[in-house]
């Protein structure tokens, strides 16, 4: 006997119809993953072959790590894939605060100032560029590095001439964010970050843009042409398979800076033991264009299943994405915790977990995160997050299969009607 879906998860008729339409309608978006992906994954084992990725790669190292093979071919191969001169790829940059941190802190200065071109960063930043917290603490502003940011124009568009008001000779670096974080805009392109990295080396050619990939890789054909570009492993270009990690990508000199702050001066990139992870990073990597489409897939089908909801959701399921979010304004606290719950309830891992609302470091709101993954906290695996102040929008993202992340797409469809129907 087939196995029965709507008893086996408590999903009624009414969400099986309107699953299957929104499939239907996301067949477009579907289609234009499927074609990034195969472009992506060519120019990943174009990057492995060039590189002739071999078994003696996987071998791990221990103390000081001395002529790590595969650790200096993992940054060979991401340079290459990405378009870069170098790369700083490493397990114990432990998260993209980190890995971004650490690129800051690498290339800023005591006296120089910071330009943020794209509105305020991502909410863990904030801490380290000195906009919330004490200020003698370590960060940024601590160390006498200033700060200017150049919000976006209506809360969505890129305000060049307010970028060009703020660039003075104090200016050493620009700080651009792709994906929209926990922000209501559209992520932006890599053409409309392009033109905003041409349009400050215009100014000046000597300003390290530096752009917060987080989110964005592999979903488009090209990555951005920062002098950096940082993100963490246990996103896109993880693959779902590396146990954790973050990049730093770009110029020779300005990976240096930051190899630099990441271990110390003199031994940079040189030393660190890669402990075994060097196989599952690779392995990652190589996956990573078919899993980011997986992903895209999944953020497609949801903009397409909460739109029919009457949700309104960003992007639309037409829209050109430019990173695997997907984010739907509830407008109330209920049913956005509904929604997170539902995802939850998709998870391979603690499927029977109900999350509730919580005070995270380096939050300012109280967060919902829905999240049953192999590798914790990763959210290239299905995910959820919501920060409880209105208007109340949730953020989902990832799935390694479409097949499991349509599965929490429709309880959490289930959980949001049944919430609504309470009200
Ligand atoms: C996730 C994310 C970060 C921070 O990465 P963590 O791994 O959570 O520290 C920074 N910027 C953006 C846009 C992100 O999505």
Known sequence: MAFDLQKEFGISEEVMRLVSEAEKSASGCFARAEEIAWHNQAKVMKAFADNRIGEAHFVPTSGYGYNDMGRDAIDRVYAQAFGCEDALVRHNLISGTHA?????????????????????????????????????????RDFGVQYRQVDLLDGKAIDFDGIRAAIDDTVKAVLLQRSKGYAWRDTFSVAQLNEVIDFVHD?????????????????????????????????????????????????????????????????????????????????GFFMAPHI???????????????????????????????????????????????????????APVDSFVE??????????????????????????????????RPPYIAYMQGGLTYESAKLGIMTAAQKVLDTMKQK
């Open 203 to 283: 100014i000046r050619q000597d300003i390290v843009c530096i752009v917060d990939n987080c989110y964005g890789e592999f979903v488009e054909t090209e990555e951005p042409r920062g002098d950096l570009l940082v993100g963490s492993l246990i996103k896109n270009p993880g693959g779902g398979l590396a146990q954790t990690g973050g990049y730093i990508a770009g110029k020779t000199r300005y990976v240096e800076l930051a190899a630099y702050r990441l271990t110390s001066v003199g031994l940079g990139k040189e030393c660190g033991a890669s402990l075994g992870q060097n196989k599952p990073m690779l392995q």
């Open 355 to 388: 999350p509730q609302p919580w005070d995270m470091p380096g939050y300012a709101d109280q967060v919902i995160m829905a999240a049953g993954a192999f590798v914790q906290g990763a959210s290239i695996e299905l995910s959820a997050d919501a920060p409880i």
């Open 100 to 140: 971004i941190s650490t690129a800051l802190f690498g290339v800023l200065r005591p006296g120089d100032t910071l330009v943020a071109a794209t509105g305020k960063p991502y909410d863990t930043l904030e801490e380290v560029v000195g906009i919330r917290g004490e200020g003698c603490d370590g960060s940024l």
């Open 292 to 346: 980011v489409a997986q992903a895209v897939k999944s953020a497609c089908l949801c903009s397409a299943v909460f739109d029919k909801l009457g949700f309104p959701v960003c992007p639309g399921v037409d829209d050109a994405r430019g990173d695997i979010i997907t984010s739907v304004k509830f407008g109330d606290a209920d049913l956005v915790i509904a929604f997170c719950q539902g995802i939850q309830k998709g």
